[in-house]
Every structure is written in C-alpha cells, then in structure tokens.
C-alpha cells in the first residue's frame, strides 16, 4: 500500500524551514527519501532503518519513527537548490519499494 | 554517482510498433525496476526482478513485459505501443537493501 505524504505541496522564502510527513499503515523496514526536479530522474537524499534514527544531507535531515510507522524530512534554512518534487519511499522485508504521491517544493528568493 | 543507463532518451514512435526501452548498469546489483511517471506525477512499478532469471510483474498493471539474462542488463519491451503507453518510464537498481538509483529515464511518445 502506497505511503502517505503531506503536504501535497509547499512555497517557501529562501532561509525558511519546512516539514514533509510521510506515513505508512504497514509496518516499515526502511524509508527512503529522493528528490526530483523537473524533467530529471529522482536523486537518492538518504535512507532510514528502523530504529528511529536521524540522518542529514546538507540542511536536510530526516526522522523514523517506527512505533507510528512514520518518517518526517526536515529542510532546514532552505535554499532555491532545495525546489523539486520529495517522494518518500517505503519498504516492507520484501524489499520492494512503494513511493508515496510526492510533495512539490517551490523556494523562492 | 550511480551508473545506470537508458536508451533511448527520447522516442517518439506510431501506433502498433514495437518497441524496447534498455536499461544497463555496471555497479554489480543484483535488484532492478522499473517505473512508468507521468510528468510531475507519482511513481508507479511496473516490473521488478531480483537477479538473473527472477522478474515480477509491479503494482501497476502494463501491457509491457521485461527480461534478466544478465545481471547487467533489464529492458522492457512493449509489444504493440499506444497513445496510453506516452510517459517517462524510469529504470532502477540497487544492492540488496541499500540505496536504489535511478537512470535518467526514457521519454515516449506514441502518436
């Protein structure tokens, strides 16, 4: 079943900081976090095992948060490089992918 | 940086040929994918496999069929094409479970 990701969409001033949520009703075994901009393929940001962990990339830093089956992707001081599409990716121990619907970023200066 | 590849990059072709979109990488991984987006819109699996021999049919249901002889190598071939088969269709690979890369992708049009 595909994840949930919120919200759908988010404009933002270039230094502010923003959240994108994404939950599952299956119980995880990784999330993963891409990002894709326009008329490119997705870019792989990082990737969260169960255990709650944090992660970073840049500013851009992620939790897991099994026990609710969720995983939240921080920007933080956004920058205008920060404007694509997010998907998040969740997995099951069958290894198989499943991308949420995408959250469009836009920075603007 | 990821080295998976496809080609075409862009095709543009008419109704009722056949057509075959390749997907090659040279990083050793044993899992690959591949994924039908339209522009700005979610990913779908249409195909997946798990090594050589190993395919599996994805979420989304396709007219498309694949093929793994070698571990390097997973094209997608589309028997008779459609103006409902025009999208981007992404190849990915990855090892066992850690991260998945994708190519740069195919965008087809059929007229």
């Known amino acids: 079943q595909q994840p949930v990701q919120s919200p759908q969409a988010v404009i933002l001033r270039e230094g502010e900081d923003a959240v994108i949520n994404c939950s599952s009703s299956k119980a995880l075994y990784s999330v993963h976090w891409y990002r894709q901009k326009h008329g490119e393929a997705p870019v792989f940001l990082m990737i969260?095992?169960?255990?709650?962990e944090q992660k970073g990339h840049e500013k851009i830093s992620a939790s897991f948060n099994e026990k609710k089956q969720q995983s939240s992707l921080y920007l933080t001081a956004s920058q205008l490089s920060y404007s694509g599409t997010y998907f998040c990716g969740t997995e099951t121990a069958g290894n198989k992918l499943t991308f949420g619907g995408g959250t469009r970023v836009l920075v603007k200066p | 940086e990821a080295d998976i590849y496809q080609t075409p990059r862009y095709l543009v072709i008419g109704t009722g040929k056949k057509i075959t979109l390749e997907c090659s990488q040279t990083?050793?991984?044993?899992?690959m994918y591949w994924y039908q987006q339209d522009p700005g819109m979610e990913l779908h699996l249409i195909h997946y496999?798990?090594?050589?021999?190993?395919?599996e049919k994805g979420d989304l249901s396709s007219e498309s069929t694949v093929s793994r002889i070698r571990t390097e190598h997973f094209p997608l071939t589309l028997e008779s094409a459609r103006p409902s088969h025009t999208s981007q269709y992404l190849c990915a690979s990855r090892l066992q479970d850690y991260e998945q890369y994708f190519g740069p992708g195919t965008r087809l049009t059929v007229t």
């Open positions: 969260l095992l169960k255990g709650g």
């Open positions: 990083m050793g991984h044993d899992k």
């Open positions: 496999s798990y090594g050589v021999n190993s395919t």
